[in-house]
């Protein structure tokens, strides 16, 4: 990740780069989080995460989170932002629990 003043270093815990088997082999960017306790900043860190990989590398990137803390019922919120009809947000698409 670059580094940026206001926000300070940052570090994604795995970011990796795969070949989608479709009709033409695409490359997309897979950027997973470990997060091990409840965190009201997390949505936010995954969005800045997302938004940043794609700026920098200029492909799809699929965030994904491995929530390891002991409150079963905690998911993050959505997080983004909407101005003059222009939106911008990362959610979860689904919950895969084990």
């Known amino acids: 990740m670059v580094r940026d003043?206001?926000?300070?270093?940052?570090?994604?815990?795995?970011l990796v780069q795969v070949t989608l088997k479709e009709s033409e082999p695409r490359w997309i960017y897979i950027h997973t989080e470990v997060?091990?306790?409840r965190d009201s900043g997390f949505a936010r860190r995954m969005f800045t995460y997302n938004y940043r990989?794609?700026?920098?590398?200029?492909?799809p990137v699929a965030s994904l989170a491995v929530l390891a803390d002991g409150d079963a019922g905690w998911r993050p919120d959505p997080y983004g932002f909407e101005v003059l009809d222009c939106r911008h947000t990362l959610e979860a698409s689904g919950d895969v629990s084990t």
Not at 5 to 14: N, Q, V, Y
């Open 5 to 14: 003043a206001e926000l300070g270093k940052r570090f994604a815990d795995t």
């Open 35 to 37: 997060q091990g306790q």
């Open 53 to 59: 990989l794609f700026d920098r590398y200029a492909r």
